[in-house]
């Protein structure tokens, strides 16, 4: 018999996993192998939604091994379905030391200056980007998540910052203006024998609230033992949260103007 499971967020948000399907399947992307630099390694693939509305941007880096084309439906079709474009970055496939992140790392600026340049021709709304990534995708996407540009709004990863110890230097970045973050899982802190440990991730949440911005960072372990182990799954919820504080924000704004 499928069982609910509950699980609790750092800050105390409550997520209820209900049972359903898994769905593997890849998403077609609207434009594919587009190139956003002069290196072979540099493209990426574009999902977008319908709608003459400009459109918030979820820019997603894979796990190691993957490539860009790996965006699947399960957590794409109702991310873009809500409005929400999608861009699929590729840089090295596989980072296999410091030399190949700091690469990755590079690319990432590049990637984030073509999709700013290129926002009118895709109707991106770069005053609403949301940056993410699982495993590789965490640590290539990191520095740029927390490089207060003023159109990163969010930050959803999975997986996130893999290694057998937790690098420290990672936490620098953070600062009390540092986006919303929600981190996904599997297994529970302290897991032996997976560099996947949700240890790295709650010591991200710490500093948050060290900053005393804990009500702005979330964390969910454990999803092996729900249902549904997909680390992507809570994407769409968590773009509709981020949209609707920038619309809030908005309309505030626009309300002092009149």
């Not at 800050?11 to 593997?24: D, E, H, T, V, W």
Request: charged share 20%.
């Amino acid at each position: 018999m499928n069982k609910k499971v509950l699980l609790t967020g750092i800050s105390g948000y409550m997520i209820l996993l209900l049972p359903f399907i898994l769905l593997g399947q890849v998403k077609t992307p609207t434009f594919h192998d587009v190139s956003y630099g002069t290196e072979d390694r540099q493209w990426l693939n574009l999902y977008l939604p319908s709608g003459s509305k400009p459109a918030p941007v979820f820019i997603y880096a894979h796990h190691n091994g993957s490539t860009a084309n790996d965006v699947k439906s399960s957590w794409a079709d109702p991310t873009v379905a809500e409005g929400t474009a999608i861009v699929s970055w590729e840089s090295i496939a596989k980072v296999q030391g410091p030399s190949d992140f700091q690469i990755c790392v590079a690319d990432a600026k590049i990637m984030f200056e073509w999709v700013k340049e290129n926002a009118n021709t895709y109707n991106f709304n770069i005053e609403n980007i949301i940056i993410g990534g699982q495993s590789r995708g965490s640590f290539v996407s990191w520095y740029l998540a927390h490089s207060m540009d003023p159109g990163i709004v969010g930050i959803y990863m999975g997986q996130a910052l893999p290694g057998e110890s937790f690098y420290e230097q990672i936490l620098e970045p953070i600062t009390e203006n540092s986006p919303p973050i929600f981190l996904t899982y599997r297994k529970e802190p302290g897991v032996v024998g997976d560099i996947h440990d949700p240890a790295h991730g709650l010591r991200v949440v710490e500093r948050y609230k060290e900053l005393a911005i804990g009500d702005k960072a979330e964390l969910l372990h454990s999803l092996n033992d729900t249902n549904d182990n997909q680390v992507m799954q809570f994407l769409p919820e968590f773009v509709r949260s981020i949209v609707n504080i920038q619309n809030r924000a908005e309309s505030k704004h626009d309300s002092t103007k009149d």
